[in-house]
């Protein structure tokens, strides 16, 4: 028989107890029924967690799982699932994909000694989403060779792959430096709604998640009330740069902004 540990999903807000209605039926990691852990039973500050095999979540073998994009894109929409259907109903802190305990008693110690900054950062996220804003450079394409360029007159085909070369090294400098500036304007709009902002890591490859080069990647605390207000005045701030794409994603839970600044990151295995 597989052993069975812990999988938390976040931390949440349960004042009035409703949070076990949305329950019934909602799956979780392998579809395994969520359930809540609390330090006491009428504590509202709670964590919704369920079981997942252990021989899964072993370090070696999350090392593995992490490499292999189909079995990761599952437990990560699970892990947003359950993340998306608490955060309908309460304030919500989501907690990292795969963070693991041996056991819901090991959840409840750690509730336990971390309650009152996990309350804290409820209270101070309620009513609060996170938008999510990338601004994508699509530069002009290198070069062709000498050959595949037109004549221009008067130049030789070398003088000519010099100055087409030239030319568009210009036009990438150009849609660099719109970029900066849409950059500026943005975040101009954005302060106008947002209470807070974290500066991501400019995402790369598959994760950039579409054409061009992602050179930034931010993530913006906005109240319910300011939500299109700001979603629309951040993509108006961002019109007409050529080569210079924006993107706003969300509303979504404050993933962004979950983990309270006295509190280190939650470990994904606590042995």
Not at 17 to 44: C, F, K, M
Not at 99 to 108: G, Q
Not at 246 to 255: L, Q, R
């Amino acid at each position: 028989m597989t052993e069975a540990i812990t999988y938390a999903y976040a931390v949440a807000r349960d004042a009035d107890g409703s949070l076990e209605e949305v329950l019934p039926g909602l799956p979780g990691v392998g579809d395994a029924s969520v359930h809540l852990v609390r330090v006491e039973p009428d504590d509202d500050v709670v964590v919704a967690v369920s079981a997942v095999p252990e021989q899964d979540f072993q370090e070696a073998a999350l090392r593995a799982h992490l490499e292999d994009l189909d079995w990761l894109e599952s437990v990560a929409r699970a892990h947003n699932h359950v993340i998306d259907a608490l955060a309908a109903h309460t304030t919500v802190l989501p907690l990292r994909l795969a963070t693991v305990y041996l056991d819901d008693e090991r959840v409840r110690l750690m509730l336990q000694t971390r309650r009152e900054a996990f309350a804290g950062r409820l209270t101070a996220l309620a009513a609060q989403v996170e938008w999510g804003v990338k601004i994508y450079v699509e530069a002009p394409e290198r070069a062709a060779s000498p050959a595949d360029l037109p004549a221009e007159a008067g130049l030789s085909p070398g003088r000519a792959y010099l100055s087409h070369r030239r030319a568009q090294r210009h036009a990438r400098e150009d849609v660099y430096r719109g970029a900066s500036q849409a950059a500026e304007r943005i975040e101009s709009a954005a302060r106008v709604h947002a209470v807070d902002r974290v500066q991501h890591r400019p995402q790369q490859g598959e994760l950039a998640g579409g054409p061009g080069e992602n050179v930034i990647n931010d993530a913006y605390l906005v109240p319910l009330q300011h939500a299109q207000s700001f979603r629309a005045d951040v993509l108006q701030a961002g019109e007409g740069f050529p080569g210079v794409r924006v993107e706003v994603t969300g509303p979504w839970a404050p993933y962004s902004f979950a983990t309270p600044a006295d509190v280190e990151s939650m470990k994904r295995v606590v042995p």
